[in-house]
């Protein structure tokens, strides 16, 4: 008996898959002098953002000290210097990722309540003595700064790309 040739007998092998060029490693790309002068730049300008959130901060806070309702003050002022300075203290971070950014605006706002608990030189107080809410205010904005540092010393330092 003769076998029977099936049609699969009479095909071509298949082809082998073409080889792969070996891989070229690309160059290493070099450090950009631009990518340095633009990161200074947006620090600069995050410094100078928060910087000027801080003054704007304070003087706000020093206009809400004598809110009242009712002839009873209600200490807004207090409340707004320990958020707002959380958050000054949190955005001059996480837009420099750089610790020491903060601190100027920490100078900045303490600078402006402390020279406004002094005497104006007609004789008049911003922060008067009998004012709790403006102690308050300079205490609990001074707490805002206060862990806003303790939380950027305590924590291990930010990864950049630069």
Do not use: C, H
């Amino acid at each position: 008996m003769s076998a029977v040739p099936s049609p699969t007998d009479q095909l071509p092998p298949p082809p082998e898959p073409p080889a792969e060029p070996p891989a070229e490693q690309a160059p290493e790309p070099r450090p950009s002098r631009d990518r340095g002068v633009v990161a200074v730049l947006l620090t600069t300008a995050g410094v100078l953002f928060t910087v000027l959130l801080s003054v704007l901060s304070a003087v706000l806070e020093l206009l809400l000290i004598s809110v009242r309702i009712g002839g009873t003050l209600i200490g807004v002022s207090a409340v707004l210097a320990l958020a707002g300075n959380l958050f000054i203290g949190w955005f001059a971070y996480r837009s420099t990722k750089r610790r020491l950014t903060v601190l100027p605006a920490a100078l900045i706002w303490l600078a402006i309540t402390l020279l406004a608990a002094g005497r104006t030189t007609e004789g008049d107080y911003l922060i008067a003595a009998d004012n709790w809410v403006g102690w308050a205010m300079i205490g609990a904005g001074s707490l805002g700064w206060t862990i806003v540092g303790i939380r950027l010393v305590s924590s291990p330092p930010a990864k950049t790309l630069y």
